[in-house]
């Protein structure tokens, strides 16, 4: 590998570009996991910045973009309904911080390398398909769901599918023409603008995106069009008159709750829940780094923990790695974490800068932006790749997407691991055993690992053999032989004298210990 892709300096002309591109699908993410937590619309701004500047100068991942994350809103909202105050939840933020360095230290990242590959990259695909579906209302003016949000259930009782089909009946014309738009834009600068120029791969389909949205957007205010955007599909951050309001809207932990017993539940819940999102997540942005750079997991939960404590101590909510982020930002082409600190720069720079003109913004085209990055995360040609490698490969893909679709990202991977382990369990119990025979010459391979799940098959072919046969037993290829197993082979050889059967075993001196050296051969 080039040193100059790990050089964080060395490929600003590449990180500059997709730092936009993400601070712009970012921005309305944080706004919309604070407003969806039910936490002050600040708090969700601080936690990007935090994620961005902090998490990516001290993280090991190249790629990887952290931020406040859909999958943490329930629990931020059931926090802030049993805890006190706001204050008293930035001390279980701050705790969580504390407990993930603890984690880190102890080397807990090792639990997301058990997760299999073909889970990894179906919560990448169901990541993709949710950005399309929920990003749908918010292109054509419906924004009853707040932005980011994944869950399949809302609070009103509707679902996913059911929010889609409610939505066709509250189109705001203008936001459509925008969306659509800017869908549009997209397509034609990734498939045939960008070819014509070098220089034009420079500049970002998004940043295109953005400016002629809000000039469209302008242009119907000033004309007073009937096509005008409602304020509720543009970008509302909070503004301040000077800089000691803008200090105000920081917010900090009280201390005095430190004796409170639901403070530290909370703050087990964040950590480890986060922890386990993280590793998910890095797993998955290793998977689409085009340079296949590992992660050190162990430095990334530290990495974590130190944002997280930062994010608690200065009134920001707790922060992961983010999968929607991380895949932008693969997708827009940057190299290195450089990205990630630029992206977290941007944002904290136009919050307090020039907070006005990002409220210009309309949301159909950021909402553009985001099903753009879901389609190039769920493209068919992948589901066609798995299906063509087998029905192993297939149904753990397709059952994790599901499980995701319908439940939440962790619940879903569960149950993509559990189907997956279904597999290699069934996998391993076809090829344990072997038997074939030739009239009354029998063989029987034991390859691998013979479980008692292998029991009764061995115990129903053993019991076939008629009488006067020769039986050979090979099992110098067996590197584990459960003793229920080795129970029924002997219990066979005691036998097999009766019925004039003659048995050989033949057994690896290193691999099959356990058989009674006496019944070798009868």
Known sequence: MSKRVQNPFGNLASDIPSSIVVFLVALPLCLGIALGSNAPLFSGLIAGVVGGIVIGALSGSQLSVSGPAAGLTAIVVAA??????????????????????????????????????????????????ILILKQLPHLIGYDADFEGDESFIQPDGSNTFSGIFKSLNYIVPGAAIIGLLSLGIQIVWEKFVVKQAKFLQLVPAPLVVVLVAVGISQFFIASNSSLALPAHALVNIPKAENVQEFFTFFQFPDFSHLTNVNVWIVAFTIAIVASLETLLNIEASDELDPYQRITPTNR????????????GLIGGLPVTSVIVRTSANVNAGAKTKMSAILHGILLLLCVALIPSMLNLIPLPALAAVLIFTGFKLAKPSIFKKFYTKGWDQFVPFVVTIIAILLTDLLKGIMVGCVVGLFFVLRSNFRSAVFIVNDEKNYLFRLRKDVSFLNKPIIKRNLAKVPDDSYVLI?????????????????????SAPLKNIRVELKKSANKAQGFNNNNENQ
């Open 80 to 129: 802030l309904t049993k805890l006190p105050s706001f204050e008293a939840f930035l001390v279980s933020v701050v705790i969580a911080g504390v407990l993930q360095l603890i984690l880190g230290y102890l080397k807990a990242g090792i639990l997301g390398d058990y997760i299999p590959g073909s889970v990894i990259k179906a919560m990448l695909a169901a990541i993709g398909l």
């Open 300 to 311: 990334e939960l530290k990495a974590q923990g130190i944002g997280n404590l930062l994010s």
């Open 474 to 494: 090979d099992a110098t290829r067996a590197d584990f032989l459960d003793k229920d197993v080795i129970e029924v082979i002997e219990d066979f050889m005691i």
